[in-house]
């Protein structure tokens, strides 16, 4: 991986998952990376130590999304923290990560879609928002987005979720092109995580899940953090306002 030495990040959901193994991958290549995390305060401890552990530097960001005063709340810790470890208020990568799944069109209440919408949909718009001041020109932001976009899901909401941040990336690419800002798209297929229960420490549901996908067998949250760490480093310069799939080829046809 090309050198991020010097760069600062912020990822998403890196407690756990995915966003976890994206933090590790950005600090493996050089990042300070700020870890955030909703609730769960010993795996973001984890993440950090993991980090430390590989010689990398990391800190904690505690914030929920999904309610009001979130982002105020995020930048209020991300801001001197940054200051103080860099000795300035800057970031060069911000990875939107974090996400919830829901119930089903049958089933999901107005009350259930409007947080579903807050955390997958409306928390990176306006942690983009806030963030842009403080991007350095060449930065990158990711927003990682699901296969189920491309997929039809019976019945899933959480698919419309993902699409608007698809959208999202490609728009932004086109406003922040002229400094260098890359924007765009990951969107994994099914991937072992805490986000799938039903999967973990279950081979047979690994592999049966996994058999959907050209290359057979179930997502590992490494595999996104190599197709992140592709895009965020200089050799993804000239890749911005894509959707990549990071499937595996999951329901390829
Ligand atoms: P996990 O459920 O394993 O982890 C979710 C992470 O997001 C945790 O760090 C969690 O923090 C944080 N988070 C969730 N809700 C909130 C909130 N309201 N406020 C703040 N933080 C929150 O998820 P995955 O690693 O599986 O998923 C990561 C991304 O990948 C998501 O965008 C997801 O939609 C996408 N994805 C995942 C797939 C999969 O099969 N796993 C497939 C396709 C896409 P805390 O630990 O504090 O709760």
Same mark, same amino acid.
């Given at each position: ?33 700020? =870890? ?7 795996? &973001?401890?984890? %993440?950090? #130590?993991? +980090? $430390?552990?590989?010689?990398?530097? !990391? ?29 300035? =208020? ?7 990560? &974090?996400?919830? %799944?829901? #119930?089903? +069109? $049958?089933?999901?209440?107005?009350? !259930? ?38 997929? &039809? ?101």
């Amino acid at each position: 991986m090309t050198s991020l030495m010097g760069r600062s990040a912020l990822v998403t959901g890196a407690s756990r998952g995915i966003g976890r193994a994206v933090a590790r991958r950005l600090a493996a290549g050089g990042a300070l990376v700020a =870890v955030h995390y909703g609730s769960n305060e010993q795996a &973001a401890r984890d %993440t950090m #130590d993991l +980090i $430390e552990k590989d010689g990398g530097r !990391a800190f904690l960001v505690r914030a929920e999304l999904g309610v009001p005063g979130d982002v105020d709340t995020l930048f209020a810790a991300l801001e001197p923290a940054l200051l103080t470890r860099t000795g300035q =208020v800057r970031l060069d990568i911000l990875v939107n990560n &974090a996400a919830i %799944t829901a #119930d089903s +069109i $049958e089933t999901i209440t107005p009350e !259930a879609f409007d947080r579903l919408i807050a955390v997958n949909t409306k928390a990176p718009l306006f942690i983009i928002q806030r963030a842009l001041p403080l991007l350095n020109d060449d930065g990158r932001i990711i927003n990682v987005s699901a296969a189920a976009t491309r997929i &039809a899901m019976p019945g899933q909401p959480y698919a419309m979720s993902k699409a608007a941040v698809e959208v999202l990336s490609r728009s932004l690419a086109q406003l922040l092109g002229g400094r260098g800002i890359t924007v765009n798209a990951v969107a994994p297929g099914p991937t072992v995580t805490d986000m799938n229960p039903w999967m973990l420490d279950d081979p047979e549901v690994q592999r049966a899940v996994g058999s959907g996908n050209a290359v057979p067998r179930a997502g590992r949250p490494d595999d996104i953090a190599d197709v992140v760490a592709f895009l965020v480093s200089e050799a993804g310069r000239w890749v911005t306002g894509q959707t990549i799939d990071a499937s595996g080829g999951c329901f390829l046809g």
